[in-house]
């Protein structure tokens, strides 16, 4: 079973940094897509960065493009999320996600397993 667990959220004034961590376990992930996403409060889930466990090619939505890093650690089989320059728009709950497919995609529902979520906060 896989299994996925966030961890590195909390609270970060603005212009600060945060890194993020998510622990993957129950499979070998070496042909998948790991993203991360997040969701703030009234609003829909969205993407924010993905990284393809094979050969470490990134992907980021445009509104972290330059401020956040997606990265992979084989040996600890863990995905980080480094943030930084955080906005009070930053906040939200953020997501890690698993996808069975080499091939990159934004969309939620290209994503076959999630974890359950870290909360960052960023005050102004």
């Known amino acids: 079973q896989v299994q996925l667990v966030e961890s590195g959220g909390g609270l970060v004034q603005a212009g600060g940094s945060l890194r993020l961590s998510c622990a993957a376990s129950g499979r070998t992930f070496s ?8 969701q703030a409060p009234g609003k829909e889930r ?17 509104s ?13 089989n863990t995905v980080y999320l480094q943030m930084n320059s955080l906005k009070p728009e930053d906040t939200a709950v953020y997501y890690c996600a698993a ?18 979520g870290t909360q960052v906060t960023v005050s102004s």
């Open 46 to 62: 969205e993407f924010v960065a993905a990284i393809r466990w094979s050969g470490g090619s990134t992907y980021y939505a445009d």
């Open 99 to 116: 996808r069975q497919s080499p091939r990159f995609t934004t969309t939620q529902s290209g994503y076959d397993y999630w974890g359950q």
């Open 64 to 76: 972290v493009k330059g401020r956040f890093t997606i990265s992979r650690d084989n040996a600890k």
């Open 31 to 38: 042909s998948y897509v790991m993203g991360w996403f997040r």
